[in-house]
């Protein structure tokens, strides 16, 4: 069967801790950053500084009221048990949510584009959306053209990142001719794939959306987020 949801609690508690194989442990804070404005509300995750723009990336089917909705990263820390505390800490996003409605999650669901289907998928795969430069984003489909500087090596978006040793965001970044924005940040270890998921409330409501970079070892759910 597909992927099952680890335990998205964990990942969004600040203080929880949680020790890797290697014998380093992974501490959770939560960062903010502000409202991201979706004018249509239909949400695309993609890697920015690959696909924003491209016309390659459709929005999830999961749609929901135009408004403006809070974003957030799980942020871990890595430390090595009995070493004194860094100047540079090792920091690492875990994952990133897109908060629709102060609700409570009580079910999860892949967050799918057209045309995929859950039965094509095979044990523990998933559908996700691929990185090639280490960042992720959430932003409105309506909004995909709205950031023609936000490509390579230059412009706003590579500006957020850089401002303070690259730093792992989210950042929110506004495009000032039309007001569209876009939450970035960067994706756990680097380059790869990664799922996101949808959250529903006991009514069926959209809750969040939340991409799971693997930086938090996977647990079976065991209690609505």
Known sequence: MPMTVPDLTRHFTPGHSFSYESGETGTVSVAAGGELWLPSGRVVACDPFVYLGSGDTEPFTAEVTPGRYAVEASVVTITVPGEPPSDSPHTRVAAARLVIKDTSTETWELALQPGQDLAELGDDEFFGYGVDAGTGCFYDAACDGSFPACKGDEGPLWDAFD?????????????????????????????????????????????CFVTDFFVVPHEPETAAA
């Not at 792992?168 to 756990?188: K, N």
């Open 163 to 207: 401002t303070t040793d690259w730093s792992p965001g989210p950042h929110l970044v506004t495009d000032p001719e039309t007001g569209h924005t876009i939450a970035a940040f960067t994706s756990g270890w680097g380059d790869g794939a990664y799922p996101t998921w949808v959250g529903r409330d006991a009514s069926g409501d959209v809750t």
